[in-house]
Each structure stands twice: as structure tokens, then as C-alpha cells.
């Protein structure tokens, strides 16, 4: 088996009016509850290497490659999971205080994320060494979510999408989806 390895470097960054393009994901699964029976949506959370709190998956997103291929390779070198990709939640702007470069030196960012059902949890991924994973329940999540803007992806993006999926069907994103344009 190939071994992972993190993506590094800005080389191949994409950044479109003045933003840093981002793709992430909010990790899910479902676990049963033994007192009710109900099933009870977990998130999965990684500490930040940069501050206090938890953040989930994200990352640049990259010249060769499409939007949901990012997502999907942040969620294996950060949290080391592997799954599905069911649903586009929305665009998040934020500013980063971290990450200024010459081509953002204001630092704003723009980050896609999108609903990712956990199908595997590898045993080593690329950034074991710096990154503990946390399975949460929502208000857990929403209580030690460093940043406002996850905060928002997760209320308003990943609730608001999952009670009308509870309510409904559950479709992967097509794969030939292209958010490049938006």
C-alpha cells in the first residue's frame, strides 16, 4: 500500500478576486443511541495546529485538481477518514491570520465545504503526528469550534441540508460537479 503524504506548498494554489480558494468538509456518521434507539449524527473535529479548539478539514484548493477532489484529500491528510461526498454546503469567507502570501496578502479567504459521510477511519494518515481527531454531537461541535465561520457551515449549511435529507433522500454530489466557475 502506497503510503499518504500532505500536499505542501503554494505552487499550485488557486486564488480568484483577490481570495485564497479553500475546500473542506464536515465529517459525519451516525451512531446509535442505547437509550432510545434514535440515531444520533456525529461530527468529526481535529485540533487546530494554531490556536485552542477544534476546526474540521480544510485545505487550499489546487490547480490540478477539481474542488471535491480537495475536500476529499483534506479530509484523508488532516483527519485521516475516507468517504462520500454528499452535499455542496455553501461558500464561507473568512480572513486568515496566518496564511498571507503575495498573492493575498490581505489573507481572505474562500472556503467551499461540503457534507462528507465517513465510510473509513484510517489507522495512519499524514498528519497523525500534529492532529487528534474528535467525534462530537452538534452542540458539542458548535461549543469548541474555534472559528465563527465553521460555526456557520455547520448551522447553517450542514443542520439546515441534513433535516431536509432526514425528511427526503440522500444523493452523493455528482462527480462531475464544477464549482469552478462560482
Same mark, same amino acid.
Given at each position: 500500500?502506497?503510503? @499518504?503524504v500532505?500536499?505542501?506548498?503554494?505552487?499550485?494554489?488557486?486564488? *480568484?478576486?483577490?481570495? /485564497?480558494?479553500?475546500?473542506g468538509?464536515?465529517?459525519?456518521?451516525?451512531?446509535?443511541?442505547?437509550?432510545?434507539?434514535?440515531?444520533?449524527?456525529?461530527?468529526?473535529?481535529?485540533?487546530?495546529?494554531?490556536?485552542?479548539?477544534?476546526?474540521?478539514?480544510?485545505?487550499?484548493?489546487?490547480?490540478?485538481?477539481?474542488?471535491?477532489?480537495?475536500?476529499?484529500? &483534506?479530509? +484523508?491528510?488532516?483527519?485521516? +477518514? /475516507?468517504?462520500?461526498? @454528499?452535499?455542496?454546503?455553501?461558500?464561507?469567507?473568512? *480572513?486568515? *491570520?496566518?496564511?498571507?502570501?503575495?498573492?493575498?496578502?490581505?489573507?481572505?479567504?474562500?472556503?467551499?465545504?461540503?457534507?462528507?459521510?465517513?465510510?473509513?477511519?484510517?489507522?495512519?494518515?499524514? &498528519?497523525?503526528?500534529?492532529?487528534?481527531?474528535?467525534?462530537l454531537?452538534?452542540?458539542?461541535?458548535?461549543e469548541?469550534?474555534?472559528?465563527?465561520?465553521?460555526?456557520?457551515?455547520?448551522?447553517?449549511?450542514? @443542520? *439546515?441540508?441534513?433535516?431536509?435529507?432526514?425528511?427526503?433522500?440522500?444523493? @452523493?454530489?455528482?462527480?462531475?460537479?464544477?464549482?469552478?466557475?462560482?
Amino acid at each position: 500500500m502506497a503510503e @499518504l503524504v500532505a500536499r505542501t506548498g503554494r505552487q499550485l494554489q488557486r486564488y *480568484k478576486d483577490g481570495c /485564497r480558494l479553500i475546500a473542506g468538509c464536515i465529517p459525519f456518521r451516525y451512531r446509535n443511541c442505547v437509550e432510545n434507539g434514535n440515531k444520533v449524527v456525529e461530527v468529526l473535529m481535529i485540533n487546530s495546529t494554531s490556536g485552542p479548539n477544534l476546526v474540521f478539514p480544510k485545505g487550499g484548493w489546487e490547480n490540478d485538481e477539481t474542488v471535491e477532489q480537495a475536500a476529499v484529500r &483534506e479530509a +484523508v491528510e488532516e483527519a485521516g +477518514v /475516507r468517504g462520500d461526498l @454528499l452535499h455542496f454546503l455553501g461558500y464561507y469567507s473568512f *480572513k486568515s *491570520k496566518t496564511l498571507q502570501d503575495e498573492f493575498c496578502p490581505e489573507g481572505l479567504c474562500k472556503a467551499a465545504m461540503f457534507a462528507l459521510l465517513v465510510k473509513e477511519e484510517l489507522q495512519f494518515w499524514p &498528519e497523525q503526528s500534529t492532529r487528534q481527531r474528535s467525534w462530537l454531537t452538534i452542540p458539542e461541535a458548535m461549543e469548541r469550534c474555534r472559528h465563527q465561520w465553521m460555526r456557520m457551515a455547520l448551522e447553517e449549511g450542514f @443542520l *439546515k441540508w441534513h433535516e431536509d435529507t432526514s425528511k427526503g433522500e440522500n444523493n @452523493l454530489i455528482s462527480s462531475d460537479l464544477s464549482l469552478e466557475q462560482d
